[in-house]
């Protein structure tokens, strides 16, 4: 069993930087592949980026790549979010999500979510 808890979220200026954290527990945790999803009222949720339990090979969506960086330390069983240059656009809840190493797994496990607002 994998459990996820993200904090760091708050609200922020436009331009300006925030980092949110992933905390997994459980003892298969750094053999999962970790994503980053978020979504905004009225709008369904959608990808942000991913890592590999190696930590290679991340993956961004095109709205934000360029801008953040996902990272992640297995002797802390953290996964970080480093937001930098924020818009407006990415005021939303955003959801960290545990993907098994099984070939064919889906996102299965998943955080309660921590809110980002962004000003301008």
């Known amino acids: 069993q994998v459990q996820m808890v993200e904090s760091g979220g708050g609200v922020g200026q436009a331009g300006g930087s925030l980092r949110l954290s992933c905390q997994g527990s459980?003892?298969?945790?750094?053999?999962?592949?970790i994503g980053w999803f978020r979504q905004a009222p009225g709008k369904e949720r959608e990808f942000v980026a991913s890592?590999?339990?190696?930590?290679?090979?991340?993956d961004y969506a095109d709205a934000v790549k360029g801008r953040f960086t996902i990272s992640r330390d297995k002797a802390k069983n953290t996964v970080y979010l480093q937001m930098n240059s924020l818009k407006a656009e990415d005021t939303a809840v955003y959801y960290c999500?545990?993907?098994?190493?099984?070939?064919?797994?889906?996102?299965?496990?998943w955080g309660q979510g921590t809110q980002v607002t962004v000003s301008s």
């Open positions: 459980g003892r298969t945790f750094s053999m999962y592949s």
């Open positions: 999500a545990a993907k098994s190493p099984v070939v064919g797994a889906s996102y299965g496990y």
């Open positions: 890592i590999r339990s190696s930590g290679s090979t991340p």
